[in-house]
């Protein structure tokens, strides 16, 4: 008899992981980064890989390019972060939101704020 479906491995919707890491200990960052891999765990997600932003330069960072680099790749189902404030400062957030989705992604948020609605719910 074969074991159910639920008893064998299988691979999740491909997503990769972003976080923005400016003043982080090491502690957070190894926190952070276990969160995001239990979220694709708990959602049966493979987590590919994790791109980490360290620093704040001015324009566009290695770290988001390489994303926007693998979000082209066939098969990406979407980008976790951990608080939409991952992505940057609002304007900066704003405008990476809007290049993520026009690749055909999905941004998944893992923790909301209060204010920020999830699409599909009504108030």
Known sequence: MEPLTEHRPVNGPVVYGYLRLVHASPARCAALSAS???YCRQ???RLSGLFTERC???GETPAFSGLL???ELPDVYGVVVPTASHLGPRTTAA???QRIKRTGARLLVVRRNQRT???GLQK
């Open 69 to 71: 680099d693998v979000l």
């Open 95 to 97: 405008e990476r939101e």
């Open 117 to 119: 609605p999830v699409a």
């Open 56 to 58: 704040e330069p001015p």
């Open 36 to 38: 995001l891999a239990e």
């Open 43 to 45: 959602h049966e997600l």
